[in-house]
């Protein structure tokens, strides 16, 4: 699988191209605050893990960003690993949980005050989705079409059509499910 060496060194990299922007959002915020709310964590927890990415690497990216963030590694290996451990299927009942699917996470709770969990092309209003698509750097037909999509409702096909604007040929054949199937279908494509 593509995630098996992926270092968390690499996932900043990782994120420019080949996230869909729920998980680029999320990373980011994360980046910048050192923190996320529950709902977040697990979002993008379960995303790493569907990525391939092994549970020492994710406890070093959690623990790496919630330090710098003023936590210390007592109160973090107390209080957060655990989760990160239960994401794993190492805790708790021991089931191995799944990454979210599309449908879940457009249909999860609205993001409230710093949560930053969901999609984007549902949870944010049109200027923040904007911004959001400046920084993609894709043509104003591409920006608009994606617009034009998210008021009407259909998120998936919005995210298929930042898919096809970032990527030199097209993918994601048989429409978008899934948030780790964007991140693969990217990587194969970029890769190959
Ligand atoms: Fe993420 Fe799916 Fe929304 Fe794309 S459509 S941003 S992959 S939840």
Redesign the pocket.
Known sequence: AVGDKITCDMLDQLSLRSY????QTLHNHIKVKHHAKHEGRMQYGLFLKGMGVSLEESLKYWRTQFCKGGIDTEKFDKTYAYNVRHNYGKEGKRADYSPFS?LK??SSSEPKGDECHG????HSDELSLRHLLEKRKISAEATEEILGLKRQGH??VA?MSLFKATHPKEGLHGG?QH?NQ?FEESQTILSG
């Open positions: 869909p922007l729920c998980m599309c996470i457009i999609c984007p092309y549902k998120y998936q995210c978008l948030p964007y």
